[in-house]
């Protein structure tokens, strides 16, 4: 069981910026990609930034520029730092973790945290 809590949604003014964090807990061996997916009422769930260990990061086009993910290994911990928000950027954002459970294998298995609300108004 891994848990994943994310603090720091809100309610923001358009051209604010706000700041998730969510930090994994649990037994596992590693914790191999950390990101944020987010979801708007009526719209799919889709992929906002993630980050490998090593520090390769992805992020969709829509926050490029806007958008930092940040991770702190030792404390299983991704931010994501929101920068010039948009109203269209109002959505639940949720926190994933792909993990391994032991080092003799690669399988992946991802976790997902309860999600944080962020409003933007115009």
């Known amino acids: 069981q891994v848990q994943l809590v994310e603090s720091g949604g809100g309610l923001v003014q358009a051209r604010g910026s706000l700041r998730l964090s969510c930090a994994a807990s649990?037994?596992?061996?590693?914790?191999?990609?950390m990101g944020w997916y987010r979801q708007a009422p009526g719209k799919q769930r889709e992929l906002v930034a993630d980050m490998v260990s090593g520090g390769r990061t992805n992020y969709a086009e829509f926050v490029k520029d806007r958008f930092t993910i940040s991770r702190v290994n030792a404390n299983n911990t991704v931010y994501l730092q929101m920068n010039c928000l948009k109203p269209e950027d109002t959505a639940v954002y949720y926190c994933?973790?792909?993990?391994?459970?032991?080092?003799?294998?690669?399988?992946?298995?991802?976790?997902w945290g309860q999600g944080t609300q962020v409003t933007v108004s115009s």
């Open positions: 994933y973790a792909a993990v391994r459970y032991s080092v003799d294998s690669s399988t992946q298995y991802r976790w």
């Open positions: 649990g037994r596992f061996f590693s914790i191999n990609v």
